[in-house]
């Protein structure tokens, strides 16, 4: 079973950036479909960016361009670049996985979600 720890998280002026990592633990990334989702106040957990075990990414419609995801398997760690950061980006970003025989697997569902982490909270001032 796969634990994953978050971390990167902070407080950002609209326009900065920020890297959140997830540190696994227990797994190797490389064997499981990465994610990351997010939680503001009052919503429901909503999709950012994932990543296949074939390393194919995908991204929620708002990002934009503006969000980058990627793997280290030395480091059995995956990251989310955060650029261009606005106020809406404001949450709790959790870090997500699932086992998946299929490499091109990805999942944009959160209730497809096997394994979370903690969260780590972004803050993004206007």
């Known amino acids: 079973q796969v634990q994953l720890v978050e971390s990167g998280g902070g407080l950002v002026q609209a326009g900065g950036s920020l890297r959140l990592s997830c540190a696994a633990s227990?797994?190797?990334?490389?064997?499981?479909?990465m994610a990351w989702f997010r939680q503001a106040p009052g919503k429901g957990r909503e999709f950012v960016a994932a990543i296949s075990r074939s390393t194919t990414t995908y991204f929620g419609d708002f990002v934009k361009g503006r969000f980058a995801i990627s793997i280290d398997n030395a480091k059995n760690t995956v990251y989310l670049q955060m650029n261009s950061l606005k106020p809406e980006d404001t949450a709790v970003y959790y870090c997500?996985?699932?086992?998946?025989?299929?490499?091109?697997?990805?999942?944009?569902?959160?209730?497809?979600?096997?394994?979370w982490g903690q969260g780590t909270q972004v803050s993004v001032s206007s």
């Open positions: 997500a996985a699932r086992w998946s025989r299929n490499p091109a697997y990805y999942t944009s569902t959160a209730s497809e979600v096997a394994y």
């Open positions: 227990g797994g190797a990334v490389s064997y499981y479909a």
